[in-house]
C-alpha cells in the first residue's frame, strides 16, 4: 500500500511527491496542534484588571492614554498566544520593547502584535513558496536545489520583512528627531527666556511641533505628561534619551541633567547648546554636499565614459575591422 501511496504520488507531483505530502501534513498537524499548545489558563489577577479598567479609562481623557488604550484593546485577542509570541528572557523582552517604542510603537501589545505578523507572514510566504514549487515541478522538470529555495526564500522574505519595516521605521524617527532637534531647543530657549518653567516650555514646545516634526512633538509630549503625573525629571529626561536613541537628545539630558544639579542656570545651558546644535546641523549638510561628488563619480562613469569611448573610438575600431577584411581577401 505505501508502494503504492508513493507511485501515485511521484506520477502526480512529480520526483518529489512524497516530499510535499509530508510538508502539507506537517503544516496541517501543526495547524491543528497549535491551539491547544497555547492555551494557558485564565489569570485571574488579568480578570481584575479587565473588570476595574473600564473605570479608570473613564477616568483618562489625555490624547497619549486614549491610543495606548486603543492598541491595548486590538492587542487582547493575542493574550491566549503571549506564551508564544513574547519573549522568554527578560534582557530580550526589553531590547525588543524599545525597539519597538523607538519605532513609534508603544502599545502593551507592540511586542506580541510583531511576532504575530512576523510568524504569519513568514507562514503565509512559505505557503506561497510551497504551492509554486508544486506548480512548478507539475509544469516540468526542476532540480531539488531550486524546489528547496523556492520553498524556503519566500519564507524567510516573509519573516524579515516585519523586521526590516521596524528598522526603516526607526532610522526615519530618528532622523525626523535629530533634524528637528535644534529648533525644538531654539523655540525652548524662547520659552525659558520669556519666563516660562523648562516644564511649560516643553509643553509649548511639543504643541508647536506638531505640525513639522510629528515624532519629536510627542516625545516632548510625553515628556511633559510623565513630569506632570510626577515622576522625578531627571529619570523622565535619562527615559526621552533611551527612547529616542539620538545621540544630541543624550548630550542635551546630561546637559540638563547637570545643570539642575548644579544649580546653573537652563537658559544659559540651552543658549550655548542650542547654539552648538545649530552648527552641528549645518556640518552635516557639509558634510552630506562633500559626499555627493565621491557618489556621482560612479554614476559619471558609467553613463558618460561608455558612450564616450563609443563615440571616439568607434569609427577606429570600424576602419581596423574593415582593413583586416580586406587583408584576408
Known amino acids: 500500500m505505501l508502494t503504492q501511496l508513493n507511485d501515485f504520488l511521484i506520477a502526480k507531483l512529480g520526483p518529489l511527491g512524497p516530499l510535499f505530502a509530508v510538508a502539507v501534513l506537517g ?3 501543526m495547524a491543528i496542534t ?3 499548545f497555547l492555551k494557558k489558563r485564565a489569570d485571574p489577577y488579568a480578570k481584575l484588571k479587565d473588570a476595574t479598567g473600564p473605570s479608570n479609562a473613564a477616568s483618562n481623557n489625555g490624547k497619549l492614554q486614549k491610543k495606548t488604550l486603543r492598541h491595548g484593546n486590538s492587542s487582547k485577542k493575542l493574550d491566549k498566544f503571549a506564551t508564544f509570541l513574547e519573549p522568554k528572557s527578560e534582557e530580550e523582552m526589553t531590547s525588543s520593547r524599545l525597539k519597538m517604542t523607538r519605532a513609534g510603537y508603544r502599545s502593551k501589545g507592540a511586542v506580541r502584535t510583531f511576532h504575530a505578523i512576523q510568524f504569519i507572514l513568514g507562514i503565509v510566504f512559505l505557503i506561497g513558496g510551497v504551492i509554486y514549487a508544486l506548480i512548478a515541478s507539475a509544469s516540468g522538470e526542476i532540480s531539488t536545489t531550486t524546489l528547496i529555495l523556492a520553498v524556503l526564500l519566500p519564507g524567510a522574505v516573509g519573516y524579515y520583512i516585519p523586521r526590516y519595516w521596524i528598522e526603516k521605521r526607526i532610522g526615519s524617527r530618528q532622523a525626523e528627531i535629530q533634524n528637528g532637534f ?3 531647543l ?4 524662547v520659552c525659558v527666556e520669556a519666563g516660562q518653567s523648562l516644564d511649560q516650555g516643553i509643553i509649548r514646545v511639543s504643541k508647536e511641533l506638531s505640525a513639522g516634526y510629528p515624532a519629536l512633538a510627542e516625545e ?17 529626561l535619562r527615559a526621552f534619551s533611551e ?3 539620538v545621540q544630541d537628545v543624550a548630550s542635551f ?9 548644579f544649580g546653573t542656570s537652563i537658559a544659559e545651558a540651552l543658549r550655548v547648546y542650542a547654539s552648538e546644535m545649530r552648527d552641528k546641523r549645518v556640518m552635516r549638510a557639509e558634510e552630506a554636499a562633500n559626499k555627493l561628488p565621491t557618489k556621482m563619480t560612479l554614476g559619471t562613469m558609467m553613463f558618460t565614459v561608455p558612450p564616450l ?3 571616439l573610438v568607434g569609427p577606429s575600431v570600424y576602419d581596423m575591422l574593415q582593413l583586416f577584411q580586406n587583408f584576408r581577401l
Open 34 to 36: 497549535l491551539p491547544t
Open 186 to 189: 531654539d523655540m525652548l530657549l
Open 220 to 236: 516632548f509630549e510625553i515628556v511633559a505628561q510623565e513630569v506632570k503625573a510626577g515622576k522625578d525629571k531627571s529619570s523622565v
Open 253 to 261: 539630558v546630561t546637559v540638563m541633567i547637570q545643570s539642575q544639579t
Open 243 to 245: 527612547r529616542s536613541g
Open 27 to 29: 503544516i496541517v498537524l
Open 309 to 311: 569611448l563609443i563615440i
Open 182 to 184: 535644534p529648533d525644538a
